[in-house]
């Protein structure tokens, strides 16, 4: 079933996903011959029975193939700090390119991104087709996680992250009530 | 396949999943006997090509049955001041009283709710089961949005917003200098 472009339900779906937030995340896989990345917003847990996750990948995207002939992927959670590797991945960059901004590592053969907020490596179990999409379904192999929690989010088509600490608002606060009581 | 509570793996993967900031939706249907809404991070826009949604629902939750018996299920995406909605839907409440909380209303025998971010009726089109879930896939047949983009988002195991307003962190920092100039 085709859509086109100025189908009006396409339009009034896509502005009401703006309003979606979702992590950022970039899909790895190596394919036997050479490694790929794609940046993705569509990636969610599945279930606990087994550990897995899911990742919706248009059936036009390069990635697709990729994907298609691996046994693995991994699901890397993007940092506030990874703006760049976001938008390379995102199409800025091609192929190889796309790796060579981050401090990109590998595990059990999968190219994983070592400072991500997390590295969800999957064993591919799945592949359901629908519509221009293929859901991949992969139960989860191997776990890494990095730093502080703060991913970065993608809301109304641009990129932003989590409120700063609480800990920062309350001092601001602080510091408005000490300054009120020696100004007034 | 059956993962023991304490498998290490899913004790992971639940610590790198508290590292993927979501939307906070509520998923509702009617059955053709009654109405069902169950809180659900795992949606996700699935193509274009035509609009359609995926949602993953656990076989063992109470909602599965009812969406497995419904023609059209509606996603609505909660806004910030949605928590109360977020908990009664997501356990608190059951049956007909998750609905007591809110501002219901319905499109084409779907209740929604008339005040979120964006609901997105669906047409259910497709389920696949994988582990202790299933994905339901859904065709867009109705969107409706409300208000300022400011959805209400679980991260860490806790609610929290994206960060206010840049016109309010300055506001704040203007307050603070003026107070300063005064004090000082």
């Not at 601001?172 to 009120?180: D, F, G, K, N, Y």
Request: charged share 20%.
């Amino acid at each position: 079933m085709q859509t086109l472009p100025d189908d009006p339900l396409a339009a009034q779906t896509k502005l009401a996903l703006r309003r979606l937030a979702s992590s950022v995340a970039v899909v790895t896989c190596h394919d036997g011959h050479s490694r790929h990345a794609m940046t993705a917003t569509a990636v969610n847990a599945l279930s606990m029975q087994p550990p897995s996750m899911i990742v919706c990948v248009n059936r036009a995207a390069a990635f697709h193939a990729a994907i298609n002939d691996a046994a693995r992927f991994a699901i890397n959670i993007l940092h506030r700090n990874h703006v760049d590797i976001s938008m390379g991945c995102g199409g800025k960059a091609r192929g190889e390119e796309r790796f060579e901004f981050g401090a990109w590592g590998e595990d059990t053969g999968v190219p994983v991104l070592t400072d991500a907020q997390a590295r969800i490596v999957c064993a591919k179990e799945a592949k359901f087709d629908y519509g221009s999409h293929s859901i991949f379904i992969g139960r989860v192999v191997s776990i890494g996680m990095h730093g502080e929690i703060d991913p970065l989010i993608y809301i109304d088509g641009r990129y932003t992250c989590l409120p700063a600490d609480q800990s920062v608002a309350t001092a601001a606060q602080v510091e408005i009530e000490m300054l009120r009581q020696i100004a007034m």
